[in-house]
């Protein structure tokens, strides 16, 4: 049988995290790291898989288990809409997101069959680089194209939504959108039919000022943040998610006028707002206040709770210098770079 590869990119919020999840916009880029899945299709009714995360685990964890268990657990999950139950649920017996992600895509294509997979992730787990997304994308490419159907993106990206529903509870779409499109985009909630529009235009001249920063990894997941927020007065809710609208907006200008100063001041504008929201950790805190001493612009990446920071600063030396000082690595990333594709089919 033949095996397919398929790539997603992980992906960093420049701004508009959680504001994003109730209707704000959000500009999210595009990360030079990927998860690959590789799928061969199975006569058997098994879903067989490999993991291997480079940055969590050495040795390979396997898994496997019908694909009739794996589409009940999904079916019950959409259907009550109520997601607090299969957080608890996650709580006693974690949740397998490639044995989820791979029999939802089997069950959107109606495919009655199983298949081998193997998943290699350079995107740390948990630390707001969007590897679930990564995950759901490039399983729902591999899995689709080694069941010979051609989706397009708009298909392989719902698909990947519905996974990320499964994962998060109420997502905003942004972060499965940008790992399938690729680029630097700019996102709005707008079911059903969301407002996607690529700004590469607007990516600024030297992107390798942007630098990131991993702090502890945070010990919530995406939908347990979400809720911390969704749990917060709604008045002082309100008025902190029109502020981070206005503030990705401004950014919008800032990136496309390569305006250095007022995109360094939007960072830190969002970031004192997300931390208002409870979302920032003391970790992020320091971190970000000691960029901001030195004129620059630094804010916590994605739902928050620990994981990347992204910081950026005119002058690289200085910024890199500040990072180490407070015991951190910076860290590289190309921005912007291409979305879901295909690496090999043998
Ligand atoms: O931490 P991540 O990579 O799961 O990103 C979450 C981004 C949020 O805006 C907080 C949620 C969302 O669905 O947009």
Redo the contacts with the bound molecule.
């Keep these: 049988m033949a095996t397919v590869v398929a790539s997603a990119p992980g992906k960093v919020?420049l701004i508009g995290?959680?504001s994003?999840?109730y209707g704000e916009p959000?500009i999210i880029a595009a990360i030079s790291l990927r998860c690959t899945v590789s799928a061969t299709r199975s006569e058997s009714m098994r879903i067989w898989g490999r993991e291997l995360h480079q940055t969590l685990e050495a040795t390979p964890r396997e898994w496997a288990t019908s694909l009739e268990q794996a589409c009940a657990i999904h079916r019950s999950c959409m259907q009550s809409k109520n997601f607090r139950p299969l957080f608890d649920l996650m709580k006693k017996k974690p949740m397998n997101l490639p044995l989820v992600a791979s029999a939802l895509v089997l069950e959107k294509l109606s495919v009655r069959t199983g298949a081998n997979i193997k998943i290699r992730s350079d995107i740390p787990i948990g630390s707001?680089?969007?590897s679930?997304a990564a995950l759901a994308v490039s399983m729902a490419k591999a899995l689709s194209t080694a069941y010979c159907y051609e989706l397009s993106s708009d298909e392989i990206n719902r698909i990947a939504f519905e996974i990320e529903q499964f994962n998060?509870g109420t997502?905003?779409g942004?972060?499965n959108s940008t790992c399938c499109l690729g680029g630097l985009i700019w996102f709005e909630k707008r079911p059903p039919v969301n407002i996607i529009r690529q700004v590469e235009g607007a990516i600024p001249g030297n992107l390798s000022n942007f630098l990131l920063v991993q702090t502890r990894k945070r010990e919530k997941k995406?939908g347990q943040?979400?809720q911390i927020v969704r749990d917060l007065p709604e008045d002082f809710r309100v008025v902190r998610v029109k502020i981070l609208g206005r503030v990705t907006g401004e950014m919008f200008g800032a990136l496309g006028r390569k305006d250095a100063a007022t995109i360094k001041r939007l960072m830190n504008e969002a970031q004192q707002v997300l931390a208002e929201l409870r979302v920032s950790t003391v970790e992020i805190d320091q971190l970000t206040e000691a960029i901001r001493r030195i004129g620059g612009g630094a804010k916590l990446s994605?739902?928050g709770g620990g994981?990347f920071v992204i910081c950026f600063h005119e002058d690289r030396k200085r910024l890199e210098e500040t990072i180490r000082g407070m015991g951190y690595s910076p860290c590289e990333v190309q921005l912007g770079v291409k979305g879901v594709r295909l690496e090999a089919s043998a």
């Design positions: 919020h995290e959680h994003v999840v959000a707001g680089l969007g679930s998060h997502p905003s942004g972060d995406t943040l979400l994605g739902a994981g």
